[in-house]
């Protein structure tokens, strides 16, 4: 009987160090896992003040651009070109404001309203400002364009509009993205000018 006990008692032994190796490791795993959960959720508020510093910048930039539209609304009910001009600088301002929190948010809206402001100086006559403003528009957006009903090009039509455009991109087989009555209307302007 000793034998048997001695065996169960080898047994036993061989059973409890299982069980202390396989909580030691349990422990060990879960105190891995509380740290790693700690990091998550610093990461995780981190995140969250980044986002609600996003959706606070937007807010106020959708804000300070609906004043903007109230603007250009009530410009082409008056044809005020001093209302265009305020519009269009409303707008500047709107867009020097958004900080770089929000600064890849919504980009396609921030390039319509940008867009607006370089036709509403324009039509309220700074052309030194939508000149400077259609500069910003393609450095702040590189390489995208917005484009008229029609399909014609936002950035070259304000090209053409702005006398940044050769005059000879406007020959009999131009390549711009205008609308053909504007590019006839240029040639026939460009026609006088020279004759």
């Not at 980044?50 to 009530?74: G, H, N, P, V």
Request: net charge neutral; aromatic share 10%; glycine share 8%.
């Amino acid at each position: 009987m000793i034998k048997t006990n001695k065996n169960i008692q080898k047994v036993g032994f061989k059973y409890l160090g299982r069980i202390g190796l396989l909580g030691v490791a349990l422990v060990s795993i879960s105190a891995c896992n509380t740290l790693n959960g700690g990091q998550e959720q610093a990461e995780g508020i981190g995140y969250r003040t980044a986002r609600f510093e996003e959706i606070t910048a937007m807010r106020e930039y959708r804000e300070c651009s609906a004043q903007a539209f109230e603007l250009d609304t009530q410009a082409r009910h008056s044809k005020s070109a001093a209302k265009y001009l305020a519009s269009a600088n409303l707008i500047s301002k709107c867009e020097s404001e958004v900080g770089p929190e929000a600064a890849d948010v919504a980009q396609e809206e921030r390039m319509h309203v940008y867009g607006l402001s370089i036709q509403n100086y324009l039509k309220g006559g700074d052309i030194v400002k939508a000149r400077r403003n259609l500069a910003r528009f393609e450095d702040a957006f590189p390489n995208q364009d917005l484009y008229f009903a029609d399909g014609t090009s936002f950035v070259e039509t304000m090209s053409a509009l702005l006398g940044r455009e050769d005059d000879s991109s406007f020959g009999k087989y131009s390549m711009l993205n205008v609308n053909r009555e504007l590019k006839s209307e240029i040639r026939r302007a460009n026609y006088w000018k020279n004759n």
